[in-house]
């Protein structure tokens, strides 16, 4: 077994290592990605990430997500609408939820920080969303920004799906102790390895093994040392090698837990 410090001594030869490995990339944005989705996947096979979540973040967004899931063994998709395009409704939503490829309702949640849609509109579209997952019997993805207190109530008014994870984790203990006393599953992005990350970094070592997931969210928040750079679901392993840090495992014993509560929560 290779610990994450015997990944950092190992330098080059540590992408070797990680490589052997098999990981999911439990959220990305294939259609948004400038490179190729053939040379993305491509990319991503060669650095051990077998299987890809391909996230929508609009009516559009989400069909775009459904088409490339469907070129791709090993890559399926989500349908929703991001807090951000919540002023536009979910009119046609539902309709996409019966794709084969789809494995769950979002990414959809509240974003106090940008307010791109008003907030009373944000919270109708989100508890929307969550009825859906409910109906639907699918996974639900949330993306919560600057607005933990009024997720939860959302969520704890509409019935949180027992299926549900919170994409990006930002928070710090309080939050991921009240997300997961919910049963959510917390799934951290290349933010933990940032230096100024001392609070995710906290959380992610009180979230029990079974409740872990890693992902890029690329093209955004490319993990350390690619920081600054366009984020691929090549680096993925990464995020894994801080995450097994923080939970004081192996990284080989990171990419089996995190692989296994993919299933649990997606489905094979």
Not at 43 to 50: E, I, K, P, R
Not at 73 to 85: F, I, L, R, S
Not at 87 to 95: A, Q, S, V
Request: a negative charge.
């Amino acid at each position: 077994m290779t610990t994450p410090e015997e990944i950092d001594a190992a330098g080059v030869d540590g992408w070797s290592i990680l490589s052997r490995l098999r990981w999911f990339d439990n959220h990305c944005h294939l259609t948004t990605i400038k490179q190729d989705a053939v040379a993305t996947v491509e990319a991503a096979a060669a650095a051990g990430v077998a299987r890809l979540l391909t996230v929508g973040c609009d009516l559009e967004d989400s069909r775009r997500a459904i088409a490339t899931a469907a070129l791709f063994d090993g890559v399926q998709a989500t349908a929703g609408v991001h807090p951000h395009d919540a002023k536009d409704g979910i009119d046609g939503l539902e309709d996409l939820l019966e794709d084969v490829n789809v494995v769950a309702v979002g990414e959809c949640g509240l974003d106090y920080h940008y307010d791109n849609s008003p907030r009373v509109t944000q919270r109708e579209v989100f508890a929307q969303q969550i009825e859906l997952a409910h109906r639907h019997d699918l996974a639900l993805v949330i993306h919560s920004r600057d607005a933990w207190d009024d997720t939860f109530a959302v969520l704890d008014d509409c019935g949180m799906p027992p299926r549900t994870v919170f994409h990006c984790f930002s928070g710090g203990p309080a939050e991921a102790e009240a997300s997961l006393a919910r049963g959510a599953y917390l799934s951290f992005s290349g933010i933990i390895t940032f230096k100024t990350a001392g609070d995710l970094r906290e959380a992610a070592r009180l979230t029990p093994g079974d409740r872990v997931l890693i992902e890029t969210d690329a093209p955004f928040l490319a993990p350390v040392p690619y920081r600054g750079r366009a984020n691929q679901p090549a680096f993925v392993p990464f995020v894994g090698v801080e995450v097994a840090r923080q939970q004081k495992i192996s990284v080989e014993n990171l990419a089996l837990l995190t692989w296994e509560n993919g299933r649990n929560l997606y489905g094979e």
